[in-house]
């Protein structure tokens, strides 16, 4: 699988982007998906995820303000980032986690795939 994102850019607090994932490969439908960021001089963090079957986890400093959603026919995951403040700012990563185990879906280690990341900015 490869994973292909873009959406990033730079924003005011406040603002909105929309990040989409592209999967290649004709198995997309059966991985959980998850958007990681990583901040300058910070660890990678998790931020949000999809399962296969559509349930949706996020990270709390998130909750309420980004989405996360998959459209299979399209092959593609999307992060709908709403209210977006300077804290956002990271290098945002998707990732395909191939096994069906939900139970570590919010650690990096479980996926086994990952995208080139696109950088957030979020001026205050």
């Known amino acids: 699988v490869q994973l292909q994102a873009s959406g990033g850019g730079l924003v005011q607090a406040g603002g909105s982007l929309r990040l989409s994932c592209a999967a290649s490969?004709?198995?997309?439908?059966?991985?959980?998906m998850g958007w990681f960021r990583q901040a300058p001089g910070k660890e990678r963090e998790f931020v949000a995820a999809?399962?296969?079957?559509?349930?949706?986890y996020y990270t709390d400093s998130v909750a309420g303000r980004f989405t996360i959603s998959r459209d299979n026919p399209k092959n593609t995951v999307y992060l709908q980032m709403n209210m977006l403040r300077p804290e956002d700012t990271a290098i945002y990563y998707c990732?395909?986690?191939?096994?069906?185990?939900?139970?570590?879906?919010?650690?990096?280690?479980?996926?086994?795939?990952w995208g080139q990341g696109t950088q957030v900015t979020v001026s205050s």
């Open positions: 490969g004709r198995t997309f439908t059966s991985y959980h």
């Open positions: 999809i399962t296969a079957s559509s349930s949706r």
């Open positions: 990732s395909a986690k191939a096994s069906s185990g939900i139970y570590n879906i919010r650690r990096d280690y479980a996926y086994d795939y």
